[in-house]
């Protein structure tokens, strides 16, 4: 493994002139705002998470307020940032953090384990970039920038294992600020020199002190147990449609009317009573025996 300073010297000093500016980032981001971006960015590019954190904020700039929110409003804001579900965990979150703890985010680690929806990422995430406290940030491109530059491997493996915690926590400075500054840093390298696909390693500051590189770049030792899941066809793909339609619906869509979004009457089907019993979708039961049911984003106030 090359020599850690080293590392965190060079990652760091890279960082300080290559950052992105992110709105999350600003000296006066909020701990709910870091929350909020940390949730949406969930396997969705900042391309598209950029506007519609800005556009959030602006409606629901506390928990407070997005804990009185509709929950059709809420899932309309998040519109296409995929997996809906993750609104109405936000929202949920919302109100857990308004009940118990009087509208404040947690500034400790049990404290946001706690938040319906997060885990141990966002959890460390929150502690480093809202709270500046030290904690192992260990994301998907965290990862792949440690597995490459200490360990030699390609990618990191399907599934985190301990090692890699031990590894990841050893590159972690012992104090509050400096630990922040390097989470925020090597996420970075990895989001926009150290990629999956198509790494620049011409532009890498540490790609001297890379186990990968001087290895050859071997191959992927785990790609056999990758596997990457096709869009269309899948009931993901489906739902969507189905969400997409009630989000611009002013009112109950008729249950005929879904017809036309997908050719596979079964796994509409399937896809609506799957929507139903995630609470993103409610049904409304007709008045007249032989009218038909109609489906329309839940209401909460």
Do not use: K
């Amino acid at each position: 493994m090359p020599e850690v300073a080293e590392v965190r010297t060079a990652v760091v000093g890279w960082f300080a002139t290559h950052a992105r500016a992110l709105p999350w980032r600003e000296p006066d981001r909020t701990a709910w705002g870091v929350l909020v971006s940390e949730v949406m960015l969930q396997q969705t590019p900042v391309v598209r998470v950029e506007p519609a954190w800005r556009a959030w904020m602006a409606r629901w700039p506390e928990p407070a307020d997005l804990a009185a929110a509709d929950t059709a409003d809420v899932l309309r804001a998040w519109d296409r940032l995929g997996y809906p579900r993750r609104a109405l965990r936000l929202a949920e979150c919302a109100r857990t953090i308004v009940e118990r703890h009087n509208g404040v985010v947690p500034d400790t680690e049990p404290g946001l384990l706690a938040l319906p929806g997060v885990g141990a990422y966002t959890a460390a995430a929150v502690l480093a970039f809202a709270h500046g406290r030290r904690s192992v940030v260990l994301d998907t491109n965290v990862r792949r920038v440690l597995a490459r530059v200490a360990t030699g491997a390609a990618l990191p493996a399907p599934a985190q294992t301990s090692a890699e915690v031990a590894t990841a926590t050893a590159f972690v400075p012992a104090d509050d600020a400096g630990a922040a500054l390097w989470a925020a840093a090597s996420m970075e390298l990895g989001a926009l020199v150290c990629t999956a696909r198509s790494p620049h390693c011409e532009q890498c500051p540490v790609a001297d002190r890379c186990a990968w590189r001087a290895a050859g770049y071997p191959a992927d030792q785990h790609a056999a147990r990758r596997r990457t899941q096709a869009w269309a066809g899948t009931d993901r793909q489906a739902r969507g449609r189905v969400m997409a339609l009630l989000r611009e619906a002013l009112g109950p869509v008729p249950r005929h009317a879904l017809d036309p979004l997908w050719p596979d009457r079964a796994q509409l089907e399937r896809c609506l009573l799957d929507l139903v019993t995630d609470g993103l979708v409610q049904r409304v039961d007709p008045v007249e025996a032989e009218a038909d049911a109609a489906y329309r984003l839940p209401s909460r106030r």
